[in-house]
């Protein structure tokens, strides 16, 4: 009877423990059927401290004997959030790579275009260049909003879009605002320093942290000195003048603005460095610069005293 019993506690724990080991493996089974193909993650990164993603649009894409394929907007045409817009400014430089334990390098791009957010038409092919495992991308675009598509190839694993959108250059103006604080005087360190602060910043990382004023004799002159925000340290595009690159206009418009601003401001200097200051304002660290007189912007745009309704130059 004793025996009888130790066979059948016997049977039951084998019961048991194939219905778990059953249940383990159908599990597995069903976790893999519903775990996610698609193809990895595409990096975008302007240094260590920048870092996005892009958006995955339309791929074709197998794993094992699984096959999947996805259909996706234009990529001029997706929605794109934080994690895949970037600011940026023309002459800098961003890089894409996949995740490291992916595996899937080198890159193979079958083709990279760059189209005005909202548009399907192409205005250029991107200018690019492939480093080891990592695509970088040089931005020749003037100011604009801009999608950025790629096409990857992964061989027998499929191929893939990718877009990331890039604000280069975009500066953005709270007219009513500005035209609050209107001055008559260069002098009144007040009102120019809090103009300088609601002046959208000329190029991507930059910071506007000190201010100089020229009160003794004429013309009255204004100096803003600029530094990039950290993560951006050693990356900030400076003017040009010769031709005008995007942050000398910028820089253009933003002088033309406190020329509207401040009666008798004359001269209008912007200053900048590659890294950031250290608390004091030392003046020959600035390596880059550009310098416009009331008297040259005049001449270009016409009486500066309502040029701030001008709405191609001042949008919102």
């Not at 801009?146 to 250059?169: C, E, P, T």
């Not at 610069?289 to 005049?298: E, G, I, P």
Request: a negative charge.
């Amino acid at each position: 009877m004793t025996e009888i019993k130790r066979k059948s506690g016997r049977n039951i724990f084998m019961g048991i423990l194939t219905l778990l080991l059953f249940s383990f493996v159908l599990f597995a089974i069903l976790d893999r059927s519903q775990e996610e193909i698609r193809p990895p993650v595409l990096h975008v990164l302007m240094n260590d401290e920048v870092r996005k993603e892009a958006l995955l649009g339309t791929y074709e894409w197998t794993s094992g004997d699984r096959s999947i394929v996805a259909d996706a907007d234009h990529p001029a045409l997706l929605t794109y959030g934080e994690l895949s817009t970037l600011e940026a400014s023309k002459g800098q430089k961003v890089y894409m790579s996949l995740s490291d334990e992916e595996g899937y390098l080198p890159l193979d791009v079958m083709s990279f275009e760059v189209f005005e957010e909202g548009s399907t038409e192409k205005v250029k092919d991107a200018t690019y260049s492939i480093n080891g495992d990592t695509l970088v991308l040089h931005l020749e675009e003037d100011s604009g909003e801009y999608v950025y598509a790629l096409v990857m190839d992964f061989g027998q694993q499929g191929k893939a879009d990718y877009a990331v959108r890039i604000h280069v250059d975009l500066q953005h103006f709270s007219v009513e605002e500005l035209k609050e604080l209107e001055t008559p005087y260069v002098g009144n360190h007040g009102k120019v320093g809090e103009i300088l602060s609601k002046l959208p910043a000329p190029g991507s990382g930059y910071v506007q942290r000190y201010l100089a004023l020229k009160t003794a004799a004429e013309p009255y002159g204004i100096v803003a000195y600029y530094e990039p925000v950290e993560e951006m340290a050693g990356t900030i595009v400076f003017p040009s003048e010769n031709p005008p690159n995007n942050v000398y206009e910028n820089m253009e418009k933003n002088a033309a603005a406190l020329f509207c601003l401040v009666d008798n401001a004359g001269a209008v200097t912007f200053k900048v460095r590659q890294t950031p200051s250290t608390g004091e304002l030392t003046d020959e660290d600035y390596e880059g610069s550009a310098t416009f007189s009331r008297k040259q912007l005049t001449e270009k745009y016409g009486d500066l005293e309502d040029i701030l309704d001008h709405e191609d130059l001042f949008s919102e």
